[in-house]
């Protein structure tokens, strides 16, 4: 079992989390959207597996690096 | 003396109506399907009431003699805000620039290659369209051919500026290929994109933050850039000059006032009247020719040229570079701001989830409006 910490790739703000912990990932799924430099963007999981920890709500301010959530696959 | 009132009816010929519909479409555009709708909604207006019969609204002044009073109202905004003193495109460049943010290029100057380099369609375009007039398919001479070459520059108001100063009669047709294409940039990019790079190439990861620009940069930037860009090539000066005092006002942070006014009363005043004579530039008479479609198509190609040169030499940096370097930057040479730094952040996380390449992007996509504003200076020193 191998745990991944998801991190924000920029400054910006949390729009939408998609998921919640427990719930079930495949690689690629979203995550949660987010907005920087005004472009909505999706967090993609990077592998399958189960969401451990989140981080993050909606409308949260969210800078470069900072974690989102914990996936352990 | 008094005349029985005229209908429009009996003067409205195909081309008008076909104008109309266009104009009409351009509305549709703008409202249902959120296309370029700053753009396109006054611009569809401005083409309605241009292709309207007997308004009287396109009279210029210079026509009845300087007689104010019997020019029409659009005839005066386009004589006086673009034919005679071109201050509209200008004026809008003042909010372009309160709008912009330099940062991702201050942090990587380099970019300003890439910026650079997606010009390559500006002349491309313009020796088709020089073709065209020298084997007599097209009366396209070297003004025209420019007028219609900037549209490869991606850049509206640019675009706008120089046809106004070289080939006034081509302004409408000019700026309304450049803002289509602006707007179809999602659609016209990418298969250009896909075709010049590696599935592996686009899936190069980059850094997605750049460095931390300091305010002094910040402001050092317009200025360093306004002096030495208008030093090199003087009659760069209008675009150039407004575009970056408009920066300064915004990065200074000593005239807040002045910059929310530059980015929001101002640059949207300045719009309602730009797009709308641009529109109203457009009757029939001058519109219905075929040189309008051999616009529209080296428009194109410019374009499309103007992408592919941007990702070969984006390719090239990703050769010499020792960081990671993703060719696809390079389309956002062109200076379609923000569509274009969309285009390649959603393409780059299609290719590679993790891959934020938006700040990257940004940093060629402003690049390119400085570029093309060189290219149309150097143009307007030559031609103008």
Known sequence: ?73 | MLGFPQTGLADLTLGHVLLICVGLTFIYLAIVKDFEPYELLPIGMGLILANLPGTGLLVQPQEVGGEFGTAGLLGILIEFGLLRYTVLPLLIFVGLGALTDFAPLIARPRLFLLGAAAQVGIIIAFLGALALGHFGIAEFGLEEAAAIAIIGGADGPTTIYVTARLAPEMMGITAVAAYSYMAMVAIIQPPIIRALTSKREREIYMEPELREVSKTEEILFPIVCLILIILLVPRSAPIVGMFMFGNLLRVSGAVERLSDTAQNAFINSITILLMLSIGASMPAELVMRPETLMVLALGLIAFACGTAGGVLMGKLMMLVSKEPFNPMIGACGVSAVPMSARVVQRMGQEANPNNFLLMNAMGPNVAGVVGSAVIAGILLSVLG
Not at chain 1, 48 to 66: F, L, N
């Open chain 1, 1 to 73: 079992m191998a745990e991944q910490i998801v991190k924000a790739p920029m400054r910006g703000r949390v729009i939408r989390v998609h998921v919640e912990k427990g719930s079930q990932v495949k690689e690629r799924d979203r995550m949660c959207d987010i907005e920087a430099l005004k472009m909505e963007m999706p967090i993609m999981a990077p592998a399958s597996g189960t969401i451990k920890e989140v981080y993050i709500s909606a409308g949260q301010e969210i800078g470069g690096g900072d974690p989102l959530f914990v996936i352990e696959s």
